[in-house]
């Protein structure tokens, strides 16, 4: 897939897909992989089990292992990479983002189904699961992004 830049996302904060549905495009192993690591301790510009992942040094890293594909390294040009799904559910291995810091792409996760992210949070925190529909997450929810075709 080549990167596509795109504007800034339109999606009102109010609105979600329907996580409710499952969905498949074939990239489970990326939302397995990204599972085996919860629990590794965040470190902002990690991107290495052994080091420590930020949000997107984690999705860096399990990207590479999983596909061999290299992607952006910081969530604002994660954001302008793939394809935007809009309203459409996400699958599990597709990229979630969300607004945290005044930027519709200033915080990303990988989806594994079921309203679940997985993500490296903040400082003094470790990689963990958590879901889109906590009140928190879902008011700042921007969009999903498929980053990776399965071959």
């Not at 992989?33 to 965040?42: C, D, E, K, Q, R």
């Not at 990690?46 to 999983?66: A, E, I, M, R």
């Amino acid at each position: 897939m080549t990167s596509n830049k795109v504007s800034k996302s339109s999606l009102s904060h109010t609105q979600l897909p329907d996580f409710s549905k499952d969905t498949s495009a074939g990239l489970d192993d990326i939302s397995v992989a990204a599972v085996s690591l919860i629990g590794t301790p965040y470190r902002w510009g990690g991107n290495t089990p052994q080091s420590g992942f930020d949000c997107s040094g984690l999705v860096g890293y399990v990207v590479q292992v999983t596909r061999k594909k290299r992607l952006p390294r910081t969530t604002i040009d994660l954001g302008q990479y793939g394809v935007s799904l809009n309203l459409q559910t996400p699958a599990p291995g597709d990229l979630v983002f969300f607004n945290t810091l005044g930027d519709t792409h200033s915080h990303v996760g990988i989806y594994v189904g079921q309203g679940r992210f997985v993500h490296a949070p903040s400082t003094g925190g470790t990689v963990r699961i958590d879901d889109i529909k906590n009140p928190y997450w879902a008011a700042r929810y921007t969009e999903a992004r498929r980053v990776v075709v399965n071959n």
